[in-house]
């Protein structure tokens, strides 16, 4: 075998693997590997001029020549390799977690305090056997107004701030509205049911009024109705009495005095003994005003009217209904003093419940 071909494999195997020695990522290695291993690489060209040579030292140069591209191809998957690790630290360095860090706390979210007041108070009436039904938000007057007894004119109607919906029909009138209050619902129950009814409602409600702390355009309501033989006032007064002791707390007293609502007869607005001032009425006393009252909904027998208007036997059936508003309930039980809060999404109200 000619001295100079052994010479120049010797050579460029030490060349090669000074330069891979010097390599650092993959793409260098990948240069390098066309470079001496391809099919035009310095090696495989070296290897192709051996044709020239007689047989024995073809063989020789052969030998010498594969041996050298399989130390080449070990040294390269070596390098390789220790690349590969030395990424491999240098990231996980970089990403180094250290697991004992607290963790990023998850917020909790909960319910609404307008929403675990509705529940509180339906739940207090489920316990007496009152079912719960919802109903629509967009009304009809006639449930709204006229089934209640109030017809179109009645001066009562100036008690509900109506917002109405730019809706025609074909007579002409404008009779569809968002419902002042969830009673349209006692019409709606008995219209398709037969007594004995006993129906909660909860549901959200809306007037074209101004806000103020007091005062909300859309808020929500629970509406109550029982009818059955033989329901007397006393029934009205032991349910109502009962609801009062279960929300805010056993030793309530309550109060009835007479109201006008154009659906009861007699009608009457509830109050219950100031659970701030235990009913002391001291002066300064910021949730009864001093007063030792606080009013918390208005009810009454249902109308003869109402009954006879759905087509229940007024001879035969009596009932009494009541409506409530659960963001009042919850102003008095958290002594939250504006309504709007409950609509304001303000997190750090919504936090304290
Ligand atoms: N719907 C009345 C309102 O919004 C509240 C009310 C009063 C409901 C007396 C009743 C009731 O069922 O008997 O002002």
Redesign the pocket.
């Not at 002042?180 to 009673?183: A, E, K, M, Q």
């Not at 909904?297 to 009454?300: C, I, K, L």
């Given at each position: 075998m000619p001295e100079s071909i052994t010479q120049s494999i010797e050579t460029l195997v030490h060349n090669a693997l000074a330069e891979l020695g010097e390599a650092h990522d993959s793409q260098t290695l990948d240069q390098w590997r066309v470079a001496y291993l391809g099919r035009r690489g310095r090696l495989t060209t070296i290897l192709r001029g051996l044709s020239q040579l007689d047989l024995e030292e073809r063989r020789a140069a052969g030998a010498l020549g594969n041996k050298a591209k399989r130390s080449l191809e070990e040294h390269l998957d070596r390098r390789e390799s220790e690349i590969r690790q030395v990424q491999l630290d240098r990231s996980a360095e970089l990403d180094r977690l250290d697991v004992t860090l607290p963790g990023r706390p998850l917020s909790m979210g909960r319910l609404h305090p307008t929403t675990q007041v509705i529940r509180e108070i339906t739940s207090a009436f489920t316990a007496m056997g009152f079912s719960i039904v919802e109903g629509p938000e967009v009304e009809w007057d006639k449930y709204n107004f006229e089934m209640l007894n109030i017809p179109q004119g009645h001066p009562a109607r100036d008690?509900?701030n109506t917002v109405w919906v730019d809706y025609q029909n074909e007579s002409g009138e404008r009779p569809m509205l968002l419902r002042?209050?969830?009673?349209p619902m006692?019409a709606r129950v008995m219209e398709a049911t037969k007594p004995p009814v006993r129906v909660i409602v909860p549901g959200k409600?809306y007037r074209y009024e101004a806000t103020d702390a007091t005062h909300e355009w859309h808020f929500y309501?629970v509406?109550?109705?029982a009818v059955d033989e033989g329901i007397t006032f006393a029934d009205l007064k032991g349910t109502l009495y009962e609801f009062a002791r279960r929300l805010f707390g056993e030793e309530r007293r309550v109060r009835f005095r007479c109201d006008y609502?154009p659906?009861?007869e007699p009608?009457v607005d509830m109050s219950i003994d100031c659970f701030a001032c235990d009913g002391e009425g001291t002066s300064g006393c910021r949730i009864c005003r001093d007063s030792g009252w606080i009013e918390i909904?208005?009810?009454?027998m249902v109308h003869p009217r109402v009954l006879a208007g759905v087509g229940y036997d007024t001879e035969k059936y009596t009932g009494?209904?009541?409506?409530l508003g659960p963001e009042r309930i919850a102003m008095l039980k958290y002594g939250i003093d504006d309504i709007r809060l409950f609509y304001s999404n303000d997190l750090r109200f919504l936090r304290q419940f």
């Open positions: 008690m509900w002042t209050h969830t009673s006692q409600c309501q509406e109550g109705l609502f659906f009861v009608g909904m208005g009810a009454g009494f209904a009541f409506g």
